[in-house]
T-cell receptor
Framework: GAGVSQSPSNKVTEKGKDVELRCDPISGHTALYWYRQSLGQGLEFLIYFQGNSAPDKSGLPSDRFSAERTGGSVSTLTIQRTQQEDSAVYLC?????????????FGEGSWLTVV | AQSVTQLGSHVSVSEGALVLLRCNYSSSVPPYLFWYVQYPNQGLQLLLKYTTGATLVKGINGFEAEFKKSETSFHLTKPSAHMSDAAEYFCAVSGGYQKVTFGIGTKLQVIP
């Protein structure tokens, strides 16, 4: 596609439910990132996929968070047993490669509200 | 390891005044530096980036930034602020094949 596509754009879920957020990167981009943006918290790195390498999961805040990337393209971020503090905008981004200096392109984000 | 420090989470300037948003970085390898902008209710977009070569980098909408290795800085400037510049600005660093690390952002308010 023309840009990074994320779905759903908005999600309201009850505390304790699981949610899945989807990201479709720009075609041909081998690097994919998930970030979380909370009010006053800036951009928090969650996970990074680069080609066939093992993902960098160092930013996942707890074992309730997981992500996978199938076929080197689409990625799904899963949050299990959601908590109110998980409410945030989840941003996906991709770049042509994970190499130095490559511009990363962001999607519009998925707004998650846990009630 | 790499990190970014943005000084000032909120900056206010008068319309027509100089815009200066500060960014300092830490990187164990030669850094690549970025500024992204997020306008209200929009996604992040690249403003400018430094990879190699000329240390003064020009971006969109009249913004520029200068890479100063000795000061580990990459401050963003614009000579004359416009109302449309009100947004949140993020500095970011990457090095080698490491992930891109962002600062916490600076919200720019432009006062008429």
């Amino acid at each position: 596609g023309a840009g990074v596509s994320q779905s759903p754009s908005n999600k309201v879920t009850e505390k304790g439910k699981d949610v899945e957020l989807r990201c479709d990167p720009i075609s041909g981009h081998t690097a994919l990132y998930w970030y979380r943006q909370s009010l006053g918290q800036g951009l928090e790195f969650l996970i990074y996929f680069q080609g066939n390498s093992a993902p960098d999961k160092s930013g996942l805040p707890s074992d309730r968070f997981s992500a996978e990337r199938t076929g080197g393209s689409v990625s799904t971020l899963t949050i299990q047993r959601t908590q109110q503090e998980d409410s945030a905008v989840y941003l996906c981004a991709s770049s042509l490669e994970g190499g130095p200096g490559n511009t990363i392109y962001f999607g519009e984000g998925s707004w998650l509200t846990v009630v | 390891a790499q990190s970014v420090t943005q000084l000032g989470s909120h900056v206010s300037v008068s319309e027509g005044a100089l815009v200066l948003l500060r960014c300092n970085y830490s990187s164990s390898v030669p850094p690549y530096l970025f500024w992204y902008v997020q306008y209200p209710n929009q996604g992040l977009q690249l403003l400018l980036k430094y990879t190699t070569g000329a240390t003064l980098v020009k971006g969109i909408n009249g913004f520029e930034a200068e890479f100063k290795k000795s000061e580990t800085s990459f401050h963003l400037t614009k000579p004359s602020a416009h109302m449309s510049d009100a947004a949140e600005y993020f500095c970011a660093v990457s090095g080698g094949y490491q992930k891109v690390t962002f600062g916490i952002g600076t919200k720019l308010q432009v006062i008429p």
